[in-house]
């Protein structure tokens, strides 16, 4: 439902920033907003709070950032806290940094590993992520699983390439559990 409530908020603006022909100034703006919000627990506080009413959380949002964001940004998160959809404004931003992302060919790739991989080891799978998409760049990710035994799991959008040592004997071991003697 989350996803939803992204995507749909996220499009809607991001449409209103391209038809305006400001989309570069809305993703730095975006990216500030967002900050702003990671930054400042009280603020988040106050709009999940459940006895502040939907009036307080706007005039807290104007308070916080009147004249330091456009009108359209600030009318866009009073609208998110008048649909009482505040607890998802950060998957909301999240998604808008995303897909302007996505429109510049950057990428967001995730990369777990059984143990520590080498910088020709990550240049070789960003190299051949770059073969495989349309994505020029990619902000890659990486994590240590040991849990993997050998191989990767690549995450890139909706994607997941699992190469794991750890999946091929989970399969191997229903495929087996299948045979009849």
């Known amino acids: 439902m989350a996803k939803l409530v992204s995507k749909t908020y996220g499009d809607a603006y991001l449409s209103l920033a391209e038809e305006k022909g400001n989309l570069d100034s809305v993703k730095e703006e ?15 506080q106050m709009l999940s709070h459940p006895k502040i009413v939907k009036e307080e959380k706007m005039r807290i949002l104007e308070t916080a950032f009147k004249g330091r964001i456009s009108e359209d940004m ?6 998110i806290v008048k649909k009482d959809r505040y607890r998802d404004i950060m998957s909301v931003l999240d998604y808008m940094i995303g ?32 073969e495989l998409t349309d994505y020029r760049e990619f902000e890659v990710d990486y994590e240590i699983d040991e849990g ?34």
């Open 148 to 181: 993997l035994i050998g191989g990767l799991v690549l995450r890139l959008d909706d994607r997941v390439i699992d190469s794991s040592i750890r999946t091929k004997l989970q399969t191997m071991g229903k495929s087996l559990s299948k045979i009849q003697l």
């Open 99 to 130: 897909r302007m992302k996505k429109k510049e060919g950057i990428g967001s790739l995730q990369v777990a590993s059984a143990f520590e991989l080498s910088e020709g080891q990550k240049k070789d799978i960003v190299d051949r992520m770059k």
């Open 30 to 44: 975006v990216l500030n907003v967002r900050r702003v919000f990671l930054e400042s627990g009280e603020l988040n």
């Open 74 to 79: 600030m009318g866009f998160l009073l609208v």
